[in-house]
């Protein structure tokens, strides 16, 4: 039961150019969404996140839009660097009590010099 | 914030063994969470602890793992009579306890079931 998807495993990006990394969800009763990054041998650590009740949220170069109509949200990293080849994961949030995080299979982004 | 501690790093045991992990987390933080990873695969979600009382477990969590917050400060997972499935990444994150609080993670425990 794969409540959080990313459909695409990997992707690749030349340095300065947009990279857009999509995430769909199926529980309507995720509240909150956030987007995590992960290096090699390291912990995923917290990127950016967004409320459900907004549509959009930046950061610096990190800006994540949602579509609540379509399940759908989306990080656009602009201008792409080198430094930013790691692993994305799409998480949500469950607000049943627990907070419960429910993770994506994540997204392999590679940055081109 | 000297972030979350996980040990050991790795950990290589036989099929049948007991393994424990301990995690340390961030020292104020209230919420902690134990994920298990597997290569191609997001964290998946096993169990939560609020301070010392472990509100929700994963049917993930089969009979033979057992997770304890005994202080409401460390964490210890256990897995009793280990089998090759177990073989993953686990994964410790904590947060604070005020609302949707990002997770903080240790860089986790690499068991491997042989």
């Known amino acids: 039961d794969q409540q959080v998807k990313q459909n695409s495993p990997s992707l690749s990006v030349q340095e300065g150019r947009i990279s857009i990394l999509n995430c769909d969800y199926t529980n309507s009763m995720f509240d909150y969404f956030l987007w995590y990054k992960k290096y090699p041998a390291e912990g995923p650590t917290f990127l950016i996140s967004?409320?459900?009740?907004?549509d959009k949220n930046e950061d610096g170069r990190f800006t994540v839009f949602l579509n609540k109509s379509a399940k759908h949200l989306s990080l656009h990293i602009v201008p792409s660097q080198p430094g930013d080849s790691a692993v994305y994961f799409c998480?949500?949030?469950?607000?049943?009590?627990?907070?419960?995080?429910?993770f994506g299979a994540g997204t392999r982004l590679f940055v081109k010099a | 914030d000297t972030g979350v501690s996980q040990n050991p790093r790795h950990k290589i045991t036989k099929r049948g063994q007991n393994v424990t992990f301990r995690c340390d987390p961030i020292s104020e933080h209230n919420r902690l969470y134990w994920y298990r990873q597997t290569l191609g695969q997001g964290p998946e979600f096993l169990t939560y602890f609020q301070n010392e009382a472990q509100l929700e477990k994963s049917r993930l969590l089969s009979d033979r793992f057992s997770a304890e917050r005994p202080k409401g400060s460390f964490s210890t997972l256990e897995i009793q009579r280990t089998e090759q499935g177990d073989s993953a990444m686990y994964l410790c994150a904590s947060s604070r306890g005020t609302g949707h609080s990002p997770l903080h993670f240790g860089n986790g425990t690499r068991l491997t079931v042989t």
């Open positions: 967004i409320s459900s009740i907004k």
């Open positions: 998480a949500a949030v469950l607000n049943t009590g627990g907070f419960k995080t429910i």
